[in-house]
């Protein structure tokens, strides 16, 4: 793709440089990304001016510069593409480049084996869709190999059996969504890897799934071109057990918990109230809030293939984690396993350990079951 036709694609003659996409982004003074000055580049000299590697990959694409963009422009989706083209002439990290590697010989970014994807589930009663189901889980690539998300994973399929939910997982035939290869700006393996995926779920006619991962929900809602099944994220689907009174619980959470918007189902699909009303749900709790919530929730930096390359300077996660110990919140809980994981990780790097809980809804729902 060459400059002019990105023009074209991404309406950058319709910018009217008003700077909102950078100055509403997260990770600008951070990395110095600046969203308008590469557009208005392009449009400008009409050719594509190369940028620090850690310019071009701190965007986490979680999607605040379209929010707050007046001309209803996508500025991350220029910069992904501005990615497709560096990854095309071996412009990437060396761990981009193996995560990406990954996913193309094994199904996942992690480096592991495909034959390894369903032992998270090996001491819990869970049937192969493939053996009839009426909803799939669909794990995802980091619950099924990450020890700490696998207890998402676990903690779904606890609430799904105690409300008689008919699920199935596709075992080891499970592949990546492929939603951070996406972000990476690899478009041809991800095309791949939509077809591999819509192969599997049209040979056992999946007409519902279910996934713990608001990167996944999003790119089957909204990448993968079709309407062949319903997608569902966990939050969703839980939420409207409990409504439905299909979930009973047996314990109160006397805690106050804050919940953490996780960009990839807030702000890109406005998913903002079902998280919410299964933290009300679990007897006992007292939720909080954030000053930057729903809309104007800080972004982790989990997204956009941040997972597989560091940004010097203070995380984000960081931010967010004092702010929910200054609320004097003692659960911080959250509904994305990359958020899960940078939060976390923060709350070592901050020194708060002993002093706030980071928890999936699932985790604190089925802590009361």
Request: glycine share 8%; with cysteine.
């Amino acid at each position: 793709m060459n400059a002019q036709e990105l023009v074209q694609k991404h309406k950058l003659l319709e910018c009217i440089q008003c700077g909102m996409c950078t100055g509403s982004c997260p990770v600008s003074r951070k990395a110095n990304l600046n969203i308008r000055r590469y557009m208005r580049e392009v449009v400008v000299t009409g050719r594509l001016i190369v940028h620090s590697q850690n310019e071009l990959w701190s965007c986490t694409t979680c999607s605040t510069c379209s929010i707050r963009c007046p001309k209803d422009l996508n500025p991350f989706e220029f910069l992904i593409d501005i990615r497709s083209l560096a990854v095309e002439e071996g412009q990437i990290a060396p761990t981009l480049r193996d995560a990406l590697e990954s996913v193309f010989k094994n199904g996942d970014p992690w480096g592991r084996i495909r034959s390894q994807r369903s032992m998270w589930a090996q001491d819990l009663t869970i049937k192969l869709f493939s053996q009839g189901a009426e909803v799939l889980y669909f794990v995802g690539c980091t619950p099924a190999y990450d020890p700490r998300v696998q207890e998402i994973a676990k903690s779904l399929v606890k609430c799904l059996n105690k409300a008689g939910v008919d699920f199935g997982t596709l075992g080891n035939e499970e592949n990546c969504c492929g939603s951070e290869v996406y972000g990476m700006g690899e478009k041809g393996l991800f095309e791949f890897l939509v077809e591999e995926n819509m192969k599997i779920f049209n040979k056992y006619n999946v007409k519902r799934v279910v996934t713990t991962c608001p990167h996944s929900y999003h790119t089957f809602k909204n990448r993968y071109g079709q309407t062949s099944f319903e997608i569902q994220h966990h939050a969703q689907l839980l939420a409207n057990l409990i409504e439905k009174g299909k979930l009973t619980f047996s314990k109160k959470v006397n805690k106050k918990v804050i919940y953490h918007d996780p960009c990839f189902l807030g702000k890109q699909n406005g998913v903002y109230d079902e998280p919410r009303k299964v933290i009300e749900g679990v007897p006992g709790v007292t939720l909080l809030e954030f000053d930057r919530s729903r809309e104007r929730s800080l972004c982790c930096e989990g997204g956009g293939g941040r997972m597989w390359i560091d940004i010097p300077g203070e995380r984000l996660a960081e931010i967010r984690v004092r702010d929910a110990v200054e609320s004097g919140a003692e659960i911080l809980a959250t509904a994305c396993p990359f958020c899960l994981l940078t939060l976390e990780d923060a709350v070592k790097t901050t020194g708060f350990e002993g002093k706030v809980q980071v928890l999936d809804i699932a985790e604190l729902l089925s802590s009361a079951l």
